[in-house]
């Protein structure tokens, strides 16, 4: 076991795309130790006053519904052993230099990139990592770790029910 891995984990967040947490974790993790980073790309806008007042907590608040927050409880509590914290970020911007940036400062060591997964966003600044990262460039990356098919076995129903309880998992969220 080679130190933590810091993995970033595009998101949208929704409890479905907490799919794409799962089966990295189920799938990809050799007795390693992860921090898992929950991204999702976020457009400031062009306005001093939006730019002036922005509060990365804030913007997480308002993004992150209830029922998302208790799905990375449930996922930390099932997966304690491996999970040594899990949280969400904000990519501010679309420019490749940015995101290079952003990587490297936050010393991520993996990136997951769902072959396919449709994202829905409920805010109209938020948008796609996934087009970004892939168009940073793949070699720009840290190790890519590419997970197959992770659809929406739900028909976009987003809730607790559709991933977490048909599991039979003994867990509980604080």
């Avoid at 993790?29 to 509060?55: A, H, K, M, P």
């Avoid at 914290?85 to 911007?93: F, P, R």
Wanted: aromatic letters at 10%; one cysteine or more.
């Amino acid at each position: 076991m080679s130190g933590i891995q810091r993995v970033l984990v595009p998101t949208d967040f929704t409890v479905d795309s907490l799919r794409i947490a799962l089966e990295y974790l189920e799938n990809n993790v050799d007795n390693q130790r992860v921090e898992l980073v929950l991204v999702c790309g976020y457009d400031l806008g062009d306005s001093i006053t939006g730019l002036l007042g922005f509060t990365k907590d804030d913007h997480l608040a308002r993004l992150q519904g209830e029922d998302f927050v208790k799905g990375c409880e449930m996922i930390k509590s099932r997966f304690k052993q491996t999970v040594v914290e899990m949280y969400a970020d904000l990519l501010i911007s679309k420019n490749a230099r940015y995101v290079r940036n952003y990587l490297k400062g936050n010393r991520i060591t993996q990136v997951v990139l769902p072959e396919t997964y449709g994202f829905r966003f409920f805010n109209r600044h938020s948008f796609d990592i996934l087009n970004v990262l892939k168009a940073v460039g793949l070699e720009a990356l840290p190790e890519v770790v590419s997970l197959p098919v992770v659809g929406n076995e739900t028909d976009n129903i987003d809730t607790m029910d559709s991933i977490f309880f048909r599991k039979g998992w003994k867990v509980s969220y604080e």
